[in-house]
């Protein structure tokens, strides 16, 4: 029943801002106690009675129906504009489309036609398993594409928007992608669509007019105002490429700015092969930027989300999820298996002193039990920490480009110590046995005709390396390298260091950082070897690495080779546990078995450094000197 001190005249504005999508609510004649439940409904906040209230889009569709509920309760009026009435229109349109997918139906305005033809622009040829997923999407209101990296996700994108520009549903294609994916986006778009799109890349100030609108994930934040307004003038199909990037949803930057621009594209389609990196809960995020409000979310029972599933919740995520998403395996490939190799290296004699030393500097000087945020966080500068003293202790160096990247002097070696002498010397007496096992591997491949990819988190390594191995030539590829975007005129420029390690017969080696390159990077059709001279836990930037050198194109004779380089009795031993379950467990949502054999050294976020409380649980028991379970 309304309140009894209701004015007859109660009611809500909403009105949408065309400049920043925010919704404004404001209220007319509402008693303070019933505004304060509205706002609180609305924004989790308590605005005085009379003060405009901007409402994300997200949390006004997430919502809605409690806040209509509570409107009848207190017998309030709703009154919104064209603007919002078209944002709730498309999230009314979006339940039916989601629960239409959930039965395997067509959405109900989405005309699938006889043929499925992907349209007339479209000039390079679908592969078999190319056109299945071109028309899985095609009966999606939005759609996900969960294909294994070379499968020619962006092709099938490119055909899929020709097919909506075709029906009037899209007239602009907004792609957030990594820096490094925006060449294949700009080649792709002429060999796949005749007459080609144009394309633009957003550097900040107005949006390029052009068809295609490419922003990279670093921007994106930045990039909501102008892409908000773009989307409320022009129905705009969003691609959000790589999207295990915004894989913390709302609690990380990128997440929140793609959530908030989602509910106004016409259409969105997120593309990557690591759905889940890390935890069914990196799946759910990314699939709240395709259905927003979580629609998706709320189809998902709570128990398969927990930090440690079963391999049947596993299961039933995948069975719930299914009709979402399209998938192209490794076997449809039709690539030949790569041998990965996991090799372990003994450290030398100084390297060992200095890794247990740090073993036991840190097993006795902190508290071990402790399961919170907090250690999270310092016990990921420690994994950090054992990571550089598993490849080279000179990495540990208060001078080394490492160290700068971690939070000295809180977890530092003490000035004057043993320990500190043993790591200032280090250089003098021993080279890395990991460098030195790379060096040999790496002359080998020469001898043999093959160039290496050689990976490492740490530059420094690179670094080193790149002086190792200067007779041959080697390209380099880390944070410190610029884009061509980013560089002045004549500088060595990532662009550059991949052409010519590509075409320059005497560059035989590419020294690169998975932050920098991990994603969005073809390099098989020069090099069919790699080498990691270190992972950390984040098993999907491994996942995407390994697959810059495996995809589609590869002839059925070649060899793909991978060798990882494993410091025995380290905290190598513990990452590669942890990858292999991580990639166990993304490999039974997608059903796709060739994953883990992808994942499984023994037998084939940037984000943080420890993702939970397994990853955190790991590095305890291996300060504590415990087996691996």
């Not at 959405?107 to 398993?129: E, Y």
């Not at 054992?386 to 490849?391: E, F």
């Not at 993304?586 to 059903?591: P, R, T, V």
């Amino acid at each position: 029943m309304p309140s009894s001190s209701m004015p007859e005249s109660a009611r809500l504005s909403l009105t949408l801002d065309g400049q920043t999508g925010q919704v404004i609510a404001v209220a007319h004649g509402l008693p303070a106690g019933d505004w304060y439940r509205i706002s609180l409904q609305l924004s989790g906040s308590t605005p005085r009675v009379g003060e405009p209230l901007p409402v994300n889009p997200e949390r006004l569709l997430q919502e809605r129906t409690s806040l209509q509920g509570l409107l009848i309760e207190l017998g309030i009026e709703l009154a919104a504009d064209d603007g919002v009435q078209g944002l709730l229109w498309r999230s009314v349109r979006d339940q039916r489309a989601f629960s239409a997918a959930l039965r395997g139906l067509p959405a109900d305005d989405i005309d699938t036609g006889d043929d499925h033809d992907p349209g007339r622009a479209v000039i390079r040829p679908l592969r078999p398993f190319q056109i299945r997923d071109f028309e899985a999407l095609a009966r999606l209101q939005h759609g996900a594409n969960f294909s294994v990296p070379g499968a020619g996700k962006t092709t099938v994108t490119y055909a899929l928007h020709a097919r909506e520009r075709s029906a009037g549903r899209a007239t602009k294609l907004v792609v957030v992608a990594p820096l490094s994916a925006f060449s294949a986006w700009e080649e792709d778009v002429a060999e796949v669509l005749d007459p080609p799109l144009t394309t633009g890349r957003w550097r900040g100030g107005p949006l390029p007019d052009t068809d295609v609108v490419l922003v990279n994930y670093q921007r994106v934040p930045a990039a909501v105002d102008p892409l908000m307004a773009l989307m409320l003038r022009h129905p705009t199909h969003l691609v959000v490429d790589e999207a295990h990037r915004a894989k913390r949803g709302a609690a990380g930057e990128w997440g929140r700015a793609l959530l908030s621009l989602a509910p106004f594209a016409a259409r969105r389609d997120i593309l990557t092969g690591t759905p889940a990196p890390n935890q069914p809960r990196d799946l759910l995020s990314v699939l709240d930027i395709v259905w927003p409000g979580g629609v998706a979310r709320r189809a998902v029972p709570p128990a398969v989300v927990r930090n440690d599933p079963t391999d049947a919740d596993m299961r039933t995520l995948n069975s719930v999820v299914a009709p979402l998403y399209v998938r192209t395996t490794k076997n449809e490939l039709g690539l030949r298996d790569p041998r990965i190799v996991l090799d372990p290296v003994p450290m030398g004699e100084l390297q060992a002193q200095i890794y247990d030393a740090l073993l036991d500097r840190y097993a006795g000087s902190l508290n071990l039990d402790r399961r919170d945020a907090a250690m999270l966080a310092q016990m990921g500068e420690v994994t950090m920490y054992l990571l550089q003293a598993a490849c080279s202790p000179r990495l540990l160096s208060p001078n080394s480009d490492a160290a700068r990247q971690y939070r000295y002097p809180s977890l530092a070696i003490p000035v004057g110590s043993r320990l500190a002498g043993l790591i200032d010397t280090y250089a003098d007496h021993e080279v890395p046995a990991k460098l030195q096992r790379a060096f040999r591997i790496i002359h080998k491949n020469v001898e043999q005709g093959r160039k290496t990819l050689v990976w490492s988190n740490f530059p420094d390594n690179l670094l080193d390396l790149e002086i190792m191995l200067a007779g041959l030539n080697p390209a380099l590829i880390y944070g410190a390298i610029p884009s061509a975007d980013d560089a002045e005129p004549g500088v060595r420029t990532r662009e550059r260091e991949l052409d010519r390690f590509r075409n320059d017969p005497d560059c035989w080696v590419l020294l690169a950082n998975p932050a920098a390159m991990s994603e969005g990077v073809s390099l098989h059709h020069w090099c069919h070897d790699a080498i990691y001279i270190d992972r950390t836990f984040n098993a999907g930037q491994y996942l995407q690495s390994v697959d810059r050198i495996h995809r589609l194109g590869l002839p059925d004779d070649v060899d793909t080779r991978i060798t990882i380089l494993a410091s025995e009795g380290t905290i190598d031993d513990r990452v590669a546990g942890r990858v292999e379950d991580k990639t166990r467990r993304l490999a039974l949502m997608l059903n796709d078995p060739v994953l883990v054999q992808m994942a499984l050294p023994d037998d084939e976020d940037s984000g943080e450094v420890l993702d939970d409380q397994l990853d955190l649980i790991e590095v305890i028991e291996h300060l504590q000197r415990r087996p691996r379970q």
